[in-house]
């Protein structure tokens, strides 16, 4: 069992930054890749960034390449999304999800989902 709980979300102006952190509980932290997916009003909720396991490999959606960035720190059992130059189309709930599975990058492969934090991005 993995707990997750992210924090760092916020109102925030177009162009600026935020970091958004997962915190998860357990021993098994570094045995899942993990990754941020988000959720805007009225849409499904999409695939943002992936991690590996030991942090190597990352990947991310074509929507966000080149402004965020995800880390993990497996000595904090954290992970990481730094968001920069952000757009009003950010704006949605973000979750943090571990997952054993190699396709990182499909919802109904996560393990594990914390609750969400929003992030809203003015204009």
């Known amino acids: 069992q993995v707990q997750l709980v992210e924090s760092g979300g916020g109102l925030v102006q177009a162009g600026v930054s935020l970091r958004l952190s997962c915190a998860a509980s357990?021993?098994?932290?570094?045995?899942?890749?993990m990754g941020w997916f988000r959720q805007a009003p009225g849409k499904e909720r999409e695939f943002v960034a992936a991690?590996?396991?030991?942090?190597?490999?990352?990947y991310y959606a074509d929507s966000v390449k080149g402004r965020f960035t995800i880390s993990r720190d497996n000595a904090k059992n954290t992970v990481y999304l730094q968001m920069n130059s952000l757009k009003p189309e950010d704006t949605a709930v973000y979750y943090c999800a571990a997952t054993s599975s190699i396709m990182t990058h499909i919802v109904r492969e996560v393990n594990y989902w914390g609750q969400g934090t929003q992030v809203t991005v003015s204009s």
């Open positions: 991690i590996s396991r030991n942090g190597g490999s990352t």
């Open positions: 357990g021993r098994t932290f570094s045995t899942y890749r």
